[in-house]
């Protein structure tokens, strides 16, 4: 089978990766990639966006599916469009990705099916929205309803924040159509968990549990990011709290998409706040999260190939998603400066020493090679994977394979995990050298409609 993914960051070399693996495939091609994917698929020189050029690609490689990795291309239709031409994809189609591409969109429907989530209005007039603020007080959180590269969310701990972020959405449009809407919600607090599910449309599994590092610095300090690394599981949900999310937001979400005649085909990953109340959904994506599908797909012990396709195929019910009783954490490397601006082109040194341990992977996000060296090529430039028989030992050995690795003026954080950390009694400052037993097996073989 020739597989096209569509995608450059680690998430999708870990995608490449991990479908690299089934028996299944003949030839795997990724569009555009990165320097790491090309050591295991043929790069094509085609991006994301550009859905004719791609759909031209597959037609003279006579390609047999295509998996796409980020929202933009979802949302923007590209499941339909090919699907429309007789090509196999896997993903949602442009009305069931509004769930990430509107939310406004996701905050109605949670409304609509009782899904537990913070208290929000939509609004399209500034001033409709700053009164509201003022009559809500603070702390309070403006969204844009659009796609905003992660950065349209600001959580407002004034009044003058509140109101100056209503003012650059809505007067000065930072976002462009992006926040022509807005949704003004509750401020949450509590920990946050990454729950993702795969569904095609009748059948939902829920994958293993992961919880990603959204600030730049260590301590959950700093402006938000892409995310500076992951670990899965995470004990902040447990079994019974996955089966509630199953049951109140998957399951209602999917028999809705269906009942609107727009079966979900594809991940639906919940972005979840654990509060004191209980969970409560901040927002949908429609796809895996990055950097969490890095410590997700490494847990993962069935063929990820045969995964998608089956989904496609309207048959996840044949499927029994079986867990590695391991824990995985990922360390992201990123150029000094990210979020804000940051240099490129730097010579990456340390990755083959890294490797050494078969434990380890080097899943690339901005990387590129120059005159045949690999240098970066972006904010967060390498995800380092740790497995191990529990997360003390997963989050030694990425450690220590971080520490092989160079480049200037590199930054990584050095508190993955901390959260996990303490809640098993131990620190992440430094990784525990002498870890604690295996902890109990874990299934996640739950929710068939
Ligand atoms: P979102 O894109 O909606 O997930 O928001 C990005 C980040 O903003 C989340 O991961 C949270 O850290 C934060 N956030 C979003 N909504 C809320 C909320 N209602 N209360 C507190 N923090 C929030
Ligand atoms: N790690 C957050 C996301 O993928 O949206």
């Known amino acids: 089978m020739k597989v096209l993914v569509i995608g450059s960051g680690g998430r999708e070399h870990a995608m490449c990766w991990k479908i690299s693996q089934s028996p299944k495939l003949t030839k795997l091609y990724a569009a555009p990639g990165n ?53 196999k994809i896997f993903g949602p189609t442009k009305f069931a990705a509004q769930l990430e591409g509107s939310k406004a969109f996701s905050k109605e429907m949670m409304k609509k099916l009782s899904i537990p989530t913070g208290e929000f209005e939509v609004f399209t007039s500034p001033e409709k929205a700053m009164d509201y603020v003022a009559k809500k007080g603070i702390p309070i959180v403006v969204k844009v309803d659009g796609l905003a590269g992660g950065k349209g969310v600001v959580v407002a701990a004034s009044m003058p924040k509140a109101m100056e972020a209503i003012h650059l959405d809505m007067v000065k449009k930072v976002f462009g159509k992006a926040g022509e809407k807005i949704v003004v919600e509750e401020c949450l607090e509590g920990e946050e968990a990454s729950v993702i599910a795969i569904t095609d449309g009748s059948t939902v599994r829920l994958l293993a549990s992961s919880q990603d590092h959204k600030r730049i610095f260590d301590g959950d300090k700093g402006p938000n990011t892409g995310g500076m690394g992951a670990y899965s599981p995470t004990p902040a949900v447990n079994e019974q709290v996955e089966k509630e999310i199953l049951d109140r937001v998957f399951i209602p979400i999917v028999k809705e998409f269906k009942a609107l005649g727009h079966p979900f085909k594809g991940f639906l990953y919940a972005g979840i706040m654990m509060t004191k109340n209980g969970f409560r959904v901040l927002e949908f994506n429609v796809r895996l999260g990055d950097p969490e599908t890095q410590v997700i797909l490494p847990r993962l012990e069935n063929d990820f190939l045969e995964l998608l396709l089956a989904t496609t195929q309207e048959r996840l019910n044949e499927i029994q998603l079986k867990w590695k009783d391991e824990d995985c954490v990922c360390v992201v490397i990123a150029s000094g400066g990210y979020p804000d601006t940051f240099e490129s082109d730097k010579k990456i040194s340390g990755i083959a020493n890294a490797k050494e341990n078969p434990d380890i992977q080097v899943f690339h996000a901005g990387t590129k090679l120059i005159n045949g060296e690999l240098c970066t090529a972006g904010g967060r430039v390498l995800n380092v994977v740790g497995t191990g028989r529990t997360f003390f030992e997963a989050l030694s050995k990425t450690y220590h394979a971080v520490d092989q690795i160079f480049f200037e003026k590199m930054h990584y954080r050095k508190d993955i995990g901390h959260r996990a950390a303490s809640a098993r009694g131990g620190s992440t400052f430094p990784p525990e050298a002498d870890p604690p037993p295996a902890g109990a097996g874990m299934t996640y073989n739950k929710g068939i409609l």
Do not use: S
């Open 35 to 87: 320097a790491g994917i090309a050591e295991i698929a043929e790069l094509v020189d085609i991006p994301a966006k550009d859905q004719e050029g791609l759909l031209k690609f597959c037609k003279t490689k006579a390609i047999d599916f295509i998996v796409v990795g980020p929202e933009a291309p979802l949302t923007e239709g590209i499941v339909d469009r090919f699907r429309d031409e007789g090509i």
